[in-house]
């Protein structure tokens, strides 16, 4: 009789246990410590007399004291710490990143760089936005994955010493930042939707920008936040249709991106978006980050020839080696 | 002399398969942590995620689920992921908020000083008490169109700021030092200082965003904010002390 469960059992071994080739993981740590080291050089050491200053800067301590208290929230600075102490920590940050980006001590580099930029994230927390949370999750995940097999000097050293690294690694990190992707999108979706969407309806009342199609012109309004005056109230039959497109690419991300055949058309109409996104508005780096994410994603056959050769090559021996166990046992 | 080198060998053989058992073991249940971990690390992120989107809050339902979440809550802000993508939702908001420092003067004459994020008012002199008037023509509470390239962290704080939250303390105090660095001679003339919210629509038909209006905000006195390290007012502490009297 057949096993019911076997093809989903059979999946799910496949996705979370089947070794992939670690170049993905490689590219995601040089796109998370690229954006990390360029905020930190670019935005919060130029600026760091003004937002971690309470000394004529935005600073405001009280604040982060009321933050701290609430949840398992944590720093490696104390509530009250100085000025320079919290200097010292974005420039220890800022050598975490750089060892980051060149896969320098690349495990402890990652684990560094977490906790560095968590505590600074909450030594003033009132100048964060939504990109910088998604890069502290993607830190997170980061610290947990083997991504020091390609473009590091990790992976050069242990080939000099005759040891090289492995390039097929287990992919159970990496799965769990795609997942954490899913979730930003279906929920973002969710939000967007609000429970009560179709009860309003129902009841012939305002179903809420984005069902009624005008979300994206209203944001695209916004002087504090977008780039340009010139989609600025966009017309109706162009707001909507980005509007309920973004809302159906949102809902449907999950699903579209799961099935290798309709894969690349997610990543296409979510990088569409993205850089739509960074074009058209100024909310920092968050679009870079979640594109970051999107390397996790790259299928097999968009990898460069060389490093597609070196990963069939490896999985095959391995795959053989198995088969070998098998017919033994 | 054979056998004592084949049971040598068996003992090896042994040792070894007790080695290799040992190694399978460690191996075994290095996977099983590893998926107990996956299994928690996506629960607790799905369940911290439907927590945001806070259905039924208020309710007992809402918060039994609020008390059930929140060890998911807590795991997800201990490894910093925490989970809340809620960006322009429900609705996107067609008015922002923004903090503003009224300075009076012992002259009656009085000084508006602006965040860095606000646009500049296209008819209006912006330091001028009278571009806060909400009577003002349409016209004179027109706002230029600003070209947004950086500055999102100082904007987020300034939203926040303007949100009533502590950290409008820090505003006041960041923007009244700026001013007194520039103009050193003000902090003899100051009587007043008041910290007010402003509201600006986003653009509308005609093409601009607008000034709406400037609540009441309140008093602020540097001499009682043990962390105010500028200037003396002389001018608003005779004030106080008279008021007191």
């Known amino acids: ?329 | 002399m054979s056998s004592l080198g084949e049971q040598n060998k068996i003992e090896d053989k042994a040792k070894l398969s007790k080695l290799a058992r040992c190694m399978l073991c460690a191996r075994q249940l290095r996977g099983y942590l590893i998926a107990a971990f996956c299994l928690w690390h996506v629960f607790a992120l799905t369940l911290a995620n439907l927590r945001s989107l806070e259905i039924e809050k208020g309710t007992l339902q809402g918060d039994r689920f609020e008390q059930v979440t929140e060890p998911f809550a807590a795991y997800t802000s201990l490894v910093n992921s925490e989970q809340d993508w809620a960006m322009y939702a429900p609705n996107v908001p067609d008015e922002s908020y923004l903090p503003i420092l009224q300075l009076s003067f012992n002259d009656g004459s009085q000084l508006v000083l602006r965040s860095s994020s606000e646009p500049d008012l296209l008819n209006a002199d912006a330091s001028n008490a009278s571009s806060l008037d909400p009577d003002a023509s349409e016209s004179q509470r027109r706002y230029a169109w600003r070209y947004r390239f950086g500055g999102l962290s100082k904007r987020k704080f300034h939203e926040h700021a303007a949100s009533g939250k502590p950290s409008i303390h820090a505003w006041v105090r960041h923007r009244l030092a700026q001013h007194l660095r520039a103009m050193p001679s003000d902090a003899q003339r100051i009587t007043r200082i008041e910290c007010r919210r402003i509201t600006i629509s986003h653009v509308d038909a005609s093409g601009y965003a607008h000034f709406i209006a400037a609540n009441a905000g309140f008093d602020y006195a540097p001499a009682d904010d043990p962390l105010w390290s500028g200037p003396l007012l002389p001018a608003l502490s005779n004030l106080g002390s008279d008021q007191d009297g």
């Open chain 1, 1 to 329: 009789m057949a096993d019911p469960l076997g093809g989903a059992n059979i999946w799910l071994n496949r996705m979370w246990r089947e070794p992939i080739d670690g170049l993905r993981l490689s590219l995601f740590r040089i796109a998370l410590a690229s954006i990390a080291l360029c905020q930190i050089l670019f935005s919060r050491l130029p600026n760091a007399r003004i937002f971690y200053s309470s000394d004529g800067g935005l600073l405001a301590p009280e604040h982060a004291e009321s933050l701290r208290s609430s949840y398992q929230r944590w720093s490696l600075l104390p509530v009250d710490a100085s000025f320079e102490a919290i200097q010292a920590m974005l420039i220890a940050a800022a050598i975490a990143s750089a060892l980051l980006l060149i896969g320098c001590l690349t495990r402890l580099a990652s684990i560094a760089l977490f906790l560095a930029y968590s505590s600074i994230l909450y030594a003033n927390s009132a100048i964060t936005n939504g990109g910088d949370w998604l890069l502290a999750a993607g830190l997170f995940l980061l610290a947990l994955m083997p991504c020091n097999r390609y473009f590091s000097i990790d992976a050069k050293l242990w080939r000099k010493l005759g040891r090289p690294l492995d390039r097929v690694v287990e992919p159970w990190s990496m799965r769990l930042a795609q997942v954490q992707l899913c979730l930003i999108y279906t929920f973002s979706a969710l939000h967007k939707l609000g429970p009560f969407t179709l009860y309003l309806f129902a009841h012939g009342e305002s179903m809420g920008d984005w069902m009624s199609g005008r979300a994206v012109g209203m944001s695209l309004a916004d002087p504090l936040v977008a780039r340009f005056p010139w989609f600025a109230r966009l017309p109706l039959w162009l707001s909507a249709p980005a509007t309920w497109a973004t809302l159906a690419f949102e809902l449907s991300f999950p699903l579209v991106v799961l099935w290798h055949r309709t894969r690349k058309f997610a990543l296409i109409a979510g990088i569409a978006m993205h850089v739509g996104i960074l074009i058209t508005m100024e909310i920092g780096h968050f679009s870079l980050t979640v594109l970051s994410f999107y390397l996790l994603f790259l299928p097999e056959s968009w990898l460069p020839a060389c490093y597609h050769g070196v990963r069939s090559n490896h999985l095959d021996s391995i795959c053989e080696e198995s088969e070998c166990d098998q017919n033994s046992s």
